[in-house]
């Protein structure tokens, strides 16, 4: 079992930079997979970016290609998703998840953090 923790949410303009970390404690972090998936009101939650055990693989969806960055550093038990060129529909809780498995379906990944709210304002 492992317990996720995200931060680096804010309020940002459209154009600018973000960092969201995500930290694991418990069982080795190095076992799960990471991904980040974001909600917004009255919508299904929605995967962005995964990235598998040791890093060698990573799956982006359309809107965060060429945007946005996922990466680990294991040895201090953290996913990163690195978030550029924001945009006013980036709006979102952002939420951090771990499973054993690579996948970028929401429905496999066991753990989840609490999320982090990002808005993006024109």
């Known amino acids: 079992q492992v317990s996720l923790t995200e931060s680096g949410g804010g309020s940002v303009q459209a154009g600018d930079s973000l960092r969201l970390s995500c930290v694991g404690s418990?069982?080795?972090?190095?076992?799960?997979?990471v991904a980040w998936f974001r909600q917004v009101p009255g919508k299904e939650r929605e995967f962005v970016a995964a990235?598998?055990?040791?890093?060698?693989?990573?799956d982006y969806s359309p809107s965060a290609k060429g945007r946005f960055a996922i990466s680990r550093d294991d040895a201090h038990n953290t996913a990163y998703l690195d978030m550029s060129n924001l945009k006013p529909e980036d709006t979102a809780t952002y939420y951090c998840?771990?499973?054993?498995?690579?996948?970028?379906?929401?429905?496999?990944?066991?753990?989840w953090g609490q999320g982090t709210q990002v808005t993006v304002s024109s």
């Open positions: 998840a771990a499973d054993g498995y690579y996948t970028t379906e929401r429905s496999r990944y066991t753990y």
């Open positions: 418990g069982r080795s972090f190095t076992r799960y997979a």
């Open positions: 990235i598998s055990r040791g890093g060698p693989l990573t």
